[in-house]
């Protein structure tokens, strides 16, 4: 709420007055303060008085919700911006709404000393008459600002291709004219660690920072938790008192909350104790109910929002279990005071999260305990080289690495997925269910679903429906709960039903061409988890590829896809390792669904003689991470013809243009030869070919305009494009191919 600009309060009839034109929410944390902004700026934005209450190293504007700003809110504005820099170091602004960047083009200081990070450009639909928005960051997409070339995206509404609806040089004036840069460290960890925003792939990955003091381990965890988390490098060797301080984590993925639960599972026998300290409200409603921590874990601190109304200031409040139980045992939140004001605090959780304080144990943590935990989480880590690989790592140990040596801090960074281990078979072969897991404890139904014709974990399998519909089952390996095995299954049932897709298209070219594509990688992935599934790799490649293989289906299929499961079912199993889950999950598709399934895929589009079929699911065995595009089956013979853009090639692109499914496909290129054949030029096409990323192709389009050709350069008289008549030379139709990023140049083939 806007400290400067109170809403009206009720009038003694007792109806309330009008809302604020203009509502500002404020987030602390330490020297960094957050605004945002959201409404209309006009004259009853008091911008002198507002920056007069604002002290920070850095403030962080966001205005993404600003919808309007009247020539008096103009002024307001400047003089709030005058007004911050002799109360703040360093200004950002973050998603700027498209009204905040006219005012950028067009006022002078309208940023003051702040810098701009990122900012919503308008894009416009005209096939649904949708507006829609894409946020654009200055350290990741400044290419693609500085070249002023917005290419059409995929229409959120229909899926049509939607273009920018902006003249590129007037929008993007301003932005250009200040330099590229990445947020500071600490402003990035604070805006995607405490308040979701997405600003930072390098603030996003986990770091960990570790210490060892006698038989005590202290653990800070930093980062969002996701499958990278490496639950195995860090159990090893963990014994006695084991620390950790999560205060850091932000988003909580479900395959990121399956890898705490094994990690906490495999520390717990060799472990006195497991105390978790300054507990975000996320990591404390999901990851800290009973089953989720075992018998030897307790929370000794955690952190919930609260709002003094009377600074409109919002801010993380650590709370001690131990001093407030009394309190915290009837999911009532302590009484808390303002640090700038006194004033007293609201508490600003959600139901959910107060409904869940009694489930907390009461901490029993001794004194000499409390004074290690405290010296422990006070200690700033040693600043050394940090350990990204396995071999720097082992290089830096020499006889015990660095990061597990007795007393030293180790730093380590988790670079993604396919950093150290993310996945972990739970140490059983899959011939059958429940084999080392255990006794059968719960199960979601009394009686095992009729559709459940086997129970072999980590696999799908399908039948025929009567009316050529299809039904396809998934099981999950065993899981730490029953949500992050659903996760798991749904993905596996929706590669069965693409499986059973691609067997009933009889087309011999798409066979060729799209099935060759990817089925010798999905059985080397299946075959490799078959010989060893204790592998953490062999498992994590079958997941990936499965998932990828849903987010296709989902992505391509359109509404014969069903969006939910037809049946779900669970069985809960209790064993030496704890409790474990597997779970089943039916998709369902009737006979009409199934056969527009089949005439999607299999539907041919041509042009300029290249036929192509739409991207099919099952490719994301190979390709994870390309979702749509169109599959070349045929090259050809016309402008686009090349050895080098063979068969099984996806493509993309075109002309910086996305490139969602073959009819697209058709269209665009289509579109981009019909702009080229005056003059003709260059077309790029971005495709993803052979096992690399993908790769850019350059076709020189001849074009029909004549052109004088001087003389002494070939010859002279008059020239067409493909021409090279009276001794000149013509446009040859040659492809030239790079790899973006590489630093490679480019030779013109027509030179």
């Known amino acids: 709420m806007d400290a400067a600009a109170q809403p009206s309060t009720p009038s003694q009839t007792g109806i309330a007055g009008p809302p604020p034109k203009l509502s500002i929410d404020k987030f602390a944390d330490g020297g960094i303060v957050c605004l945002k902004l959201a409404g209309t700026i006009d004259e009853s934005f008091e911008g002198k008085k507002l920056a007069a209450t604002l002290k920070a190293e850095t403030l962080v504007l966001d205005l993404a919700d600003i919808k309007k700003i009247s020539s008096f809110g103009i002024r307001e504005w400047v003089d709030f911006m005058n007004g911050l820099a002799k109360q703040v170091k360093a200004i950002v602004l973050l998603e700027c709404a498209p009204k905040v960047v006219d005012q950028l083009n067009m006022v002078a200081n309208f940023a003051g000393t702040g810098k701009v990070f990122s900012f919503y450009a308008p894009y416009r639909c005209d096939y649904c008459d949708t507006d829609s928005r894409v946020l654009l960051q200055v350290d990741k997409d400044w290419e693609t600002i500085k070249s002023m070339k917005?290419?059409?995206r995929p229409c959120p509404q229909?899926?049509?291709?939607?273009?920018?609806?902006?003249?590129?040089?007037?929008?993007?004036?301003?932005?250009?004219g200040q330099d590229k840069f990445e947020l500071d460290g600490?402003?990035?960890?604070?805006?995607?660690?405490?308040?979701n925003y997405t600003v930072s792939e390098q603030s996003r990955k986990l770091r960990v920072d570790k210490l060892i003091e006698g038989r005590a381990t202290f653990l800070r965890l930093a980062g969002d938790l996701d499958a990278s988390f490496p639950r195995e490098k860090l159990a090893e060797g963990l014994e006695g008192t084991v620390i950790v301080d999560v205060a850091g984590v932000g988003r909580i993925e479900p395959a990121g909350a399956a890898e705490w639960r094994g990690f906490l599972q495999m520390i717990t026998p060799a472990a006195e104790a497991i105390y978790l300290l300054g507990v975000p409200p996320a990591f404390l409603e999901k990851l800290t109910r009973p089953e989720d921590m075992g018998p030897k874990t307790q929370v000794l601190s955690f952190s919930i929002p609260y709002t003094c109304n009377k600074c409109a200031t919002t801010t993380a409040q650590q709370i001690d279990v131990e001093q407030h139980y009394d309190v915290l045992k009837?999911?009532?939140?302590?009484?808390?005071?303002?640090?700038?004001?006194?004033?007293?605090m609201v508490c600003a959780a959600t139901e959910g999260l107060l409904t869940h304080l009694p489930s907390l144990p009461k901490p029993s943590v001794s004194p000499e305990a409390k004074k290690l935990i405290k010296d422990l989480s006070t200690r700033k880590p040693e600043k050394k080289k940090v350990a990204t690989t396995v071999a720097e790592a082992a290089a830096q140990g020499k006889g015990g690495s660095a990061w597990m040596g007795a007393a030293i801090m180790g730093f380590l960074v988790i670079a993604g997925v396919g950093g150290f281990l993310a996945y972990k078979q739970f140490a059983q072969k899959p011939a059958a269910a429940g084999q080392d897991l255990g006794?059968?404890?719960?199960?979601?139904?009394?009686?095992?679903?009729a559709w459940i014709t086997s129970k072999t974990p980590f696999t799908s399998y399908c039948a025929d429906a009567k009316d050529g519909g299809v039904s396809c089952v998934g099981v999950s390996s065993p899981a730490p709960s029953a949500e992050d095995g659903e996760d798991e299954a749904r993905d596996a049932a929706l590669d069965g039903v693409a499986n059973a897709i691609a067997a009933r298209i009889g087309d011999a070219k798409w066979q060729s061409g799209v099935a060759k594509l990817y089925a010798e990688t999905r059985q080397a992935k299946l075959d490799a988890y078959q010989h060893d599934p204790d592998s953490a790799n062999a498992r994590r490649d079958v997941r990936e590829a499965r998932k990828a293989v849903a987010a296709s289906l989902r992505a391509t299929g359109g509404v014969a896809v069903p969006t939910a499961p037809a049946g779900k079912y669970w069985e809960e199993y209790t064993g030496e390792a704890g409790k474990h889950y597997l779970v089943y999950v039916q998709y369902q598709l009737a006979g009409a669904e199934a056969k527009r399934l089949v005439e999607t895929y299999q539907h041919t589009e041509n042009a300029d003689g290249v036929t192509v079929v739409s991207m099919f699911p099952q490719v994301g065995w190979r390709y994870p991470k390309v979702t749509e595009g169109a599959i070349v089956i045929d090259v050809g013979k016309g402008n686009l013809k090349n050895a080098s853009l063979g068969d099984q090639t996806v493509v993309l692109e075109v002309g910086g243009r996305a490139v969602h499914d073959a009819p697209s496909f058709s269209k665009v290129v289509t579109e981009e030869l019909e702009r080229l054949k005056d003059k003709g030029g260059r077309l790029e096409l971005r495709v993803q070919a052979g096992d690399g990323g993908p790769a850019v192709f350059t076709a020189q389009i001849p074009g029909t305009a004549p052109v004088v050709v001087p003389q002494g350069s070939g010859g002279s008289g008059t020239h067409y494009n493909g021409g090279g008549s009276n001794g000149g030379h013509g446009n040859v139709n040659v492809w030239d191919r790079y790899n973006p990023g590489s630093g490679a140049g480019r030779d013109d083939p027509t030179q």
């Open 150 to 152: 917005m290419p059409q």
């Open 158 to 176: 229909c899926g049509e291709g939607q273009y920018f609806d902006e003249d590129p040089a007037t929008f993007f004036a301003y932005i250009i």
């Open 186 to 195: 600490q402003v990035a960890a604070f805006l995607s660690a405490k308040l």
């Open 330 to 344: 009837f999911a009532t939140p302590p009484e808390m005071k303002c640090a700038d004001c006194k004033s007293a």
């Open 439 to 449: 006794q059968l404890t719960k199960k979601s139904a009394d009686q095992q679903p």
